[in-house]
């Protein structure tokens, strides 16, 4: 075995081991400690589990190229909310009111493009001025979100189209319409990732820059499509989930960015660039959803959910850093 | 006569402060090794990367065939066949070996895909030449940096190259590695490719240089047949002068024994490691690389722990927890790598030099920014460093100048024990007689110093004592009187010497 299997072996096995965890406990503690007495890994209930991480899990695939390129991505809940609010309303303008249902496609490519350009947008600031990326995403995070307020003041924008529920709602082999749409961007962004060049590349990027510089790849253009790929993720997310609700408050999408770097995070992608996959993403994914539905489910409150999702992320990079100098025999560093 | 593979053009660039190229102008002929020399910050890399596409010519000319060419980036230099090895490694560690060597030009198929299969052939028919023990799916992170070393020599082979740029290639590869790399060189050379060889080591470029091409400061010194001239004249031409190569033979006397070890072993690394140095002494550590010389340094440092065995300073047994623990107890180690473990590229060069005595300099709350730049000044004299001044970023200077920053910063701790593991690669000739001077001034004002090095001039030329190690273990120390290059080689090859010390 080479030095270092090891740790790389526990590394990404390490969050399914730690979901088997976390649905072991539940399970237990739930006996004891529920409200309800449906068993906590119900079949339903799981269902039910997978939908709900749809929002966060397709932004957090992107997230992971965003990453893994060495950049990271602090707008994607206020484009989720913009996205959101251009896919509601668009649907009510007197232009496509003889469209009939045909608004729904008209209104979910609105929504699309207006997130692929802002995130296009965020790439190209970092490209073109040379900004780390923290700071031109921190920027457009408050631009985006002052948008949201600009269009409706704290009014909730709102409209219901019954066909576009009923698709939002819909079984397709037992398994709901946004967990298809996770399962399908997982997919796509798998095969980005880890079979194009552009995906390998972008490793290459967030791994060593200059090398990528010297080896003549385009690191600009690279980071740009990454950027558009996210913000079209984060409009993806809003278009699958507002389909459903048929109302988006200004506030909505708060805060979205932190649960998906934790996600990615948790999933194994090295915070520096360079490593990472999506596949470990959804883990992680999971991983944080079965902790809000598993402590909501023995009766804990929001505040306690976030400090353990806190405690538990401080945890993990202790862990991967211990295991990491395990791997280079014992050096202190 | 041939027409040459390329020529340069009265060459010129300026970088903010310092005039890297002044008028350059060489040419390279097909199937010719010419060896480009000259001091640490001369500008060889830079005029190779003008050359690579890396950095654009403020003035003159690249010429091949008849036209002037402009490299307008890196592949573009690639397409028109150079190919650029560099000096310092420039690999995506996380990545293969394979999606290393084809960086930048990973092949394709349909929808953008990479075509694995295709790398994967090519880069095994590539790696089966260079003759290396990993494969193209390896990690290049896992690999020693030797082999990473080798990766990159492999990327000479991914293209029909009309020319081949090797900025410093030998500087961390073992004798077995040069001696691929020189056949890879031969190679190239047979089918007509044109060849720049960079190196700080007159042995190779006599060994293998047709021709030599000679920069100081940035101006073209004047090109020379290898077979017609001398060690003494390239130096000449390098540094301006005479060079003094004569051994500080200064007899001081020899303290009492600064540093023991006892029976030293840690895991697999090495085991049962003895010896002891004394005020005013060199002791050489000479043997291959991975015989454990750079593990015991740093199980001295605080690096590492010793699984058995006892380390002894001034006669008394003590443990060392941390590196902090080493230099309060004045070990000061400088260590091999110098990018990952020396310095931090970001900061200037007074801070690098200072780093590790922030507490000590300061002024109240403040740091003394006074006291800083003395002794910045003081090592840059002492060493020559070449820096328009203490503001450049570290990350800015050549290769030879980041050593002797982090040689100065070491120095300026005062230390009771100095360990410089190989403290001149990647050094000119000129300063590498200089630091030699330098480690035995440091011996003879009483400091004790341990120099680890796997080149064998150097050994024989700065130690008092040498302690030649195999596979973890010592096979014999020699004294200055009785060691000859032989019995050196034997003992390093863990043949013969009888194994005491
Ligand atoms: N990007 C840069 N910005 C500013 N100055 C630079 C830059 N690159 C190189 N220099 C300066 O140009 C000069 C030539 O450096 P260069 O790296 O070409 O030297 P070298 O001959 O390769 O030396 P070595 O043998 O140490 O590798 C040095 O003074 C260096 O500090
Ligand atoms: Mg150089």
Redesign the interface.
Known sequence: MQPGALSKALKSGAIWGFIVLELAFFSIAGEFLSLSDKAFMDWENMLLLLKQSAPIGIIAMGMTLVMVNGNIDLSVGATFAIAAIVLLDSMTWPIFAGLGDWVIPVAWLLALAVGTLLGALNGLIVWKTGVDAFIVTLGSMLGFRGIVFMFNGENPTSHLNWTLVDFAEAQFLGLHTATWFLLGVTLALWFVMARTVHGRNAYAIGDNREAAVNAGIRVGPHMMINFAIIGFLAALSAVVFYSESGSVNPNDGQLYELWVITAVVLGGTKITGGAGNVIGTFGGVIAIQLLRKGLGHIGADTSTVNLVIGLILIAVLILDRQLNIKGKEELKV | MTDPVLRLENIVKTFPGVRALDGVSFSVMPGEVHALMGENGAGKSTLMKVLG??HQPDGGAIVMGDTPVVMA????A?AKGIV?I?QEL??????SVA?NIY????P?KS????DWARLAERTNSILKKLNVGFDARTRVG?LSIANQQMVEIARALTVDAKAVIFDEPTASLTDAEKVVLFDVIADLKASGVGIIYISHRMEEIFKITDRISILRDGQYQGTVNTAETTEEAVTQMMIGRKLDLSRNASHHELGNVALQVRGLSC?K?YSDVSFEVRRGEVLGFYGLVGAGRTEIA?TLF????PSSGQILLDGEEVRIS?PADAIARGISLVPEDRKGQGLVLGMNCRDNMTLPQVDDLKAGPFMAEGAEVAIFDQYRDKLDIRTPGWKQRVGNLSGGNQQKIVIGKWLSMHPNVLIVDEPTRGIDVGSKSEIHKLLRDLAAQGYAVIVISSEMPEVLHVSDRIVAMYSGRIMRTFTSEEVTEDSLIQAISGLGGDKAA
């Open positions: 596409g890396i980036g890196p592949l573009e690639k650029f560099h420039s690999l995506a560690e996380e990545l999606e960086l930048g030009e990973l394709r929808f953008g895909r990479v896992d895991g690394l740093e605080g690096l590492r722990d941390s």
